[in-house]
């Protein structure tokens, strides 16, 4: 059975999936991603075990100079045992996927510099849409959820909830610190997942990035040679013609489909990596700033190819006539 859309048809229900997605987005900023579907009570909390500092401090009666280098160390030394104190580049195609690789040493000291450390190398599928759930359980006054690796072993430290009271007012909750295994590493400079993988891995996920993004590059110079043609034959007068009716619409689906195979991929490569994921991930809300211009950009195109190609048939109709 052969589906024929007529044009008013593939536009409205293009529309209809734009704000559909638009709908999706703005429920999802609301609520972080959660269903409401119980009336909001009034939560309170008591906290027991909190654990200590993951990273001694720098003394606070040094001098500003010697502070500042105190801490700078500690900083090091922590990038380090987490394996993201860079060590090489990497490819980076948008929210989608990225390549790294970090320095890795587990008992570097305090006193070490960056010119003197022995370490070895880690290599990474970084997941730019993915980042730590700051508050999983949304208890305000509380630090934020934190990655670190002590004894080659990633931990995520975090806020659970132990017990819950019912009371005349609403909850009561006992929540407790702890530090829980996970498999995944993590960026904490630029808030993002990584997967250690082994360098051949590395070296053919580079190689497949660079010739999508290379052809992504010249697909949008494309886009641009069209856009321009368009503007040059209406400026010529030769509006409604076959070829600009095409451009609009390979402009204006060209622009919605970017976001929905984003978010594709995304979906697929939490899929794929499903073994490292726990629910102290969760997708990264800015996201959403680089999607929604390009949707809205490509409901003007769309509206734009609409309008032309009935202009368009109207003009037959009159060329018929005369």
């Known amino acids: 059975m052969k589906l024929n859309l007529s044009t008013n048809r593939l536009v409205n229900v293009t529309l209809i999936v734009v704000f559909a997605f638009l709908a999706a987005e703005a429920y999802y900023l609301l609520t972080n991603g959660r269903f409401i579907g119980q009336k909001r009570v009034e939560q309170t909390f008591t906290a027991e075990n909190v654990l200590p500092p993951i990273d001694s401090e720098a003394p606070d009666n040094l001098p500003y100079d010697q502070y500042q280098d105190a801490r700078q160390l500690v900083q090091i030394k922590r990038d380090l045992k987490n394996g993201e104190w860079l060590a090489g580049g990497g490819v980076k195609l948008g929210w989608t996927m990225a390549t790294a690789e970090g320095q890795f040493c587990d008992t570097c000291t305090i006193t070490h510099t960056a010119g003197r450390i022995r370490s070895s190398s880690q290599y990474y599928i970084k997941l730019p849409s993915f980042q730590l759930n700051p508050q999983p359980y949304g208890h305000v006054g509380l630090t934020d959820s934190k990655f ?88 010529k007068g030769l509006t409604f013609t076959t070829q600009n009716v095409s451009r609009l619409k390979l402009i204006a689906f060209s622009l919605l489909s970017y976001p929905l195979i984003t978010l594709l991929l995304v979906g697929l490569s939490r899929f794929v990596f499903s073994n490292y994921f726990t629910d102290d991930l969760m997708l990264n809300p800015a996201i959403w700033s680089g999607l929604w211009p390009l949707l809205i950009a490509g409901t003007v195109f769309l509206l734009l190819f609409k309008a032309f190609k009935q202009g368009q048939t109207l003009k037959l109709e009159n060329d018929l006539t005369v």
């Open 148 to 235: 670190h690796v002590e004894g080659g072993q990633a931990y995520v430290r975090k806020w659970i909830n132990d017990k819950v009271i019912q009371k005349s007012y609403g909850q009561h909750f006992t929540i407790r610190q702890v530090d829980e295994p996970v498999k995944f590493r993590y960026n904490t400079k630029e808030n993002c997942v990584m997967i250690p993988v082994s360098a051949a891995a590395k070296n053919i996920c580079n190689i497949i990035l660079m010739v999508i993004g290379v052809s992504l590059i010249v697909y949008i110079f494309y886009l641009a040679g069209a856009f321009l043609k368009f503007i040059i034959d209406v400026s």
